[in-house]
């Protein structure tokens, strides 16, 4: 399809293992987001991409999270010595360009046991 | 503060009925647009409706409307003649356009619908 794409669409991982996420946004789409999502909140925000571009990383809740979109397309989202409050939906979003509506992926969902 | 609330976490509508969705928002940014978004149990998050802050007119997609009152900082969504597919968490959420330097979005916490038989 042409829509967003995250995998895996599970993950479950021990305590202090490394995750990687992975999002294939729209093809063309300049922006990309990732967000997270707790059980029963909303999402929040964690990074934006423009391009290979890191433009804000403020939403990242620590120095374990890392992100990365090296040419400008796929995006992987990764966390180093998880800990079992890193259990969550994490959602990518992509938008054509700046202030065009997003549109998300189906998300991953961690579980950190 | 928090910049956008939902005041309603669940409800229970009758099929068929229209079904109003409470959120107000927060913000000083004069320029901004806010968001629906409908998440069913499947987990995906789907784009429903867009107001930005200087539209003149009430948002409309098919069954879905959005009642802008900025004075009262209010964008409540409106779904007419709800179905059973309607039953889902909805978020409402806001961009803000000077304010911040990309374009993340703050969502509310949510409302779960139910859609009665």
């Known amino acids: 399809g042409a829509g967003v794409s995250q995998s895996p669409r599970y993950k479950v991982a021990k305590r202090g293992q490394d995750v990687a996420l992975r999002c294939d946004p729209i093809?063309?789409?300049?922006?990309l987001f990732w967000y997270q999502q707790a059980l029963g909140q909303g999402p929040e925000f964690l990074t934006y991409f423009q391009n290979e571009a890191q433009l804000d990383k403020s939403g990242l809740p620590s120095d374990r999270f890392f992100a990365e979109r090296p040419e400008g397309s796929v995006s992987t989202l990764k966390i180093q010595r998880t800990q079992q409050e890193d259990s969550a939906v994490y959602l990518c979003?992509?938008?054509?360009?700046?202030?065009?509506?997003?549109?998300f992926g189906d998300g991953t969902r961690l579980s950190i046991l | 503060a928090q910049k956008i609330t939902q005041t309603q976490p669940g409800m229970f509508v009758q099929e068929k009925e229209a079904v109003t969705l409470d959120c107000t928002y927060d913000?000083?940014?004069?320029?901004?647009?806010l968001f629906w978004y409908k998440q069913p149990s499947s987990g995906e998050m789907i784009f429903l409706i867009y107001?930005?802050?200087?539209?003149?007119q009430n948002a409309t997609e098919g069954r879905y409307s959005l009642n802008f009152q900025k004075a009262r900082k209010s964008a409540n969504l409106v779904i007419s003649a709800s179905q059973l597919g309607d039953s889902a968490m909805y978020f409402c959420?806001?961009?803000?356009?000077?304010?911040?330097?990309?374009?993340?979005?703050?969502f509310g916490k949510g409302t779960r619908l139910h859609i009665l038989p």
């Open positions: 913000t000083s940014d004069p320029s901004y647009g």
């Open positions: 979003a992509s938008s054509l360009r700046h202030l065009e509506p997003q549109h």
């Open positions: 107001q930005g802050s200087y539209d003149q």
């Open positions: 093809s063309g789409h300049v922006s």
């Open positions: 959420a806001m961009r803000e356009a000077f304010m911040n330097r990309d374009d993340k979005i703050i």
